[in-house]
């Protein structure tokens, strides 16, 4: 195998029971002959190392004899692709507080590296895509789209009339309409006025206060899109509503699997440079992904902040250990060396992260990839859908949970089940519907933020609360956080659940649910 790249030099070194450094793999590979300085790398390391760093790797290069002409120490470190990575030795660990066994140098856990059997695919990534200059016309073109989106998923259901037509209507006859929700009022006499827009205008629902679907309208948020049905009043210009319809994913709904047992672990909210974040249980998640337990998982998908940030709430700089956001992201990548070289890594970012608030949020920039490049890690906008061995995964970090969770019954969502809230926004098919609240959304000339496809896997963080559970077979997943509580969160009454790591078998989305705090 030729060593002309760092990932495959990563590899290489991964199949002997090392991670490295950065600047390692780097001077590895810009040597005369990466091959031969890689077999004299692990052939000199200390027996006691289990990373590689730049001042051992500058040691051999400044000791290197001269070039043997017939290449044999080459050939004999590059003769093979590695198939596996370092494994450990002593007993493994499922539970809490325990221990997590060393990495044993050289010793496979049997990871399959093999990239033939592997598949991962990024859909729906607007990352330089973006086309908004804020103009009035920007914000008119995103919701059109959204309604064109979302009124195609509903026409199967109602035969929708636009606003214009069923204003000449006569009064008394059935009409069927699909709109984005404009206003929702209450009358004097306990109803509820819905004002429906479509692209030709706006027309006003009445749902009365003993109709079972009265109990729906807790449940909506301005600017999504609903189908209703019902009947014109006398003079038609009210829509007596019988039925309620949400675009929804299909209670029949059955989700895509593996073909082999293959896992992925879901984490999000690592905040790096903080304080409070939690090295310790990272480096234990870390070291058991080196493990013959973790052996099956060969993805790692993490769902923003992957740093702390610098002025997001206020006094926000007494609580950093890192002051300069680079720093952050410097450090950030540092810790995702010690994760296995052969796990792929995929990324989005986060509202603590380098990049503009308002949703959809483009990818980092070159110089943060640059960066962020340890193990070619794939680095995609919030949000994306991934699709891993056809299993489709929604990333979205979840900054709108917190407008789902502030607007609807606590029953219907809560942060201490912050699944729930995933629910309503997969019933609505957005993961943001709400436009001018706590989250910022960005006009394009495309919603970004639709739901088009049904995912198998919904994956979110934010909130920092840990939960799970499945929606019309769809597996929703919060994956907690890798901080602990700040001061900050003290004074909003958050209570983070911290150093956990879901682990979902892609091949029968089972979950379980690993905890290194």
């Not at 290489?12 to 790398?41: F, H, Q, W």
Request: hydrophobic share 35%; net charge negative; charged share 25%.
């Amino acid at each position: 195998m030729p060593l002309e790249t760092p990932a495959r030099i990563v590899r290489a070194l991964v199949s002997r029971g090392y991670n490295a450094e950065r600047e390692a793999v780097t001077l590895i590979a810009g040597s005369d002959d990466p091959g031969n300085t890689l077999a004299r790398v692990v052939e000199t390391v200390p027996d006691d190392a289990l990373r590689i760093t730049a001042d051992h790797v500058r040691e051999v290069l400044a000791s290197a004899p001269a070039a043997d002409p017939s290449g044999t120490a080459s050939q004999s470190a590059a003769a093979s692709d590695p198939s596996v990575s370092g494994a450990v030795s002593g007993d493994s660990t499922t539970h809490a507080g325990q221990n997590t066994p060393s990495e044993a140098k050289g010793s496979p856990t049997g990871r399959n590296t093999d990239q033939s059997v592997r598949s991962l695919d990024i859909a729906n990534d607007m990352t330089g895509q973006s086309t908004g200059t804020g103009e009035y016309d920007d914000f008119v073109k995103v919701f059109r789209d959204r309604y064109a989106k979302l009124s195609k998923m509903l026409r199967g259901r109602v035969n929708h009339r636009p606003t214009k037509a069923l204003s000449n209507m006569s009064g008394g006859e059935d009409a069927e309409l699909i709109g984005l929700v404009d206003d929702v009022r209450s009358t004097k006499s306990g109803h509820w006025i819905i004002d429906l827009e479509d692209t030709t205008g706006t027309f006003p629902c009445l749902v009365m206060k003993d109709k079972g679907i009265a109990s729906y309208v807790d449940d909506l948020l301005l600017d999504e899109c609903i189908a209703v049905e019902g009947t014109l009043s006398g003079d038609g210009g009210i829509l007596f509503v019988d039925s309620m319809h949400f675009p929804d994913v299909p209670r029949s709904y059955r989700p895509n699997t593996a073909d082999r047992h293959v896992q992925a672990a879901l984490i999000s909210d690592v905040h790096v440079g903080s304080q409070e974040f939690m090295a310790d249980a990272w480096n234990r998640f870390a070291e058991w992904l080196h493990t013959e337990e973790a052996e099956h998982i060969e993805y790692l998908l993490i769902a923003g902040d992957m740093v702390e940030g610098v002025g997001i709430y206020p006094n926000q700089d007494e609580e950093l250990d890192v002051i300069d956001i680079y720093d952050q992201y410097e450090v950030f990548s540092e810790h995702l060396k010690s994760v296995p070289g052969d796990i792929d890594i995929v990324m989005i970012p986060g509202n603590h992260d380098a990049v503009r608030l308002a949703e959809p949020q483009p990818g980092f920039d070159d110089e943060l990839r640059d960066i962020m490049s340890v193990h070619d890690a794939q680095i995609t906008s919030n949000p994306s859908m991934v699709t891993l061995e056809g299993v489709k995964i929604l990333m979205y970090h979840g900054v709108s949970l917190d407008e789902v969770i502030a607007e609807l019954p606590s029953e219907k969502a809560s942060y201490d089940e912050p699944h729930k809230a995933m629910y309503q926004l997969l019933k609505k098919r957005h993961v943001a519907p709400q436009f001018g609240g706590h989250t910022r959304l960005a006009p394009e000339e495309l919603d970004y933020l639709v739901m088009e496809d049904v995912p198998d896997i919904f994956h979110t963080g934010h909130v920092h609360k840990l939960g799970w559970g499945k929606y019309h077979n769809v597996l929703a997943v919060n994956s907690g956080c890798w901080q602990a509580q700040t001061d900050f969160q003290k004074s909003v009454n958050i209570d983070p659940d911290s150093g956990y790591a879901p682990i979902v078998d892609l091949d029968t989305l089972n979950m379980t649910v690993r905890k290194f705090s």
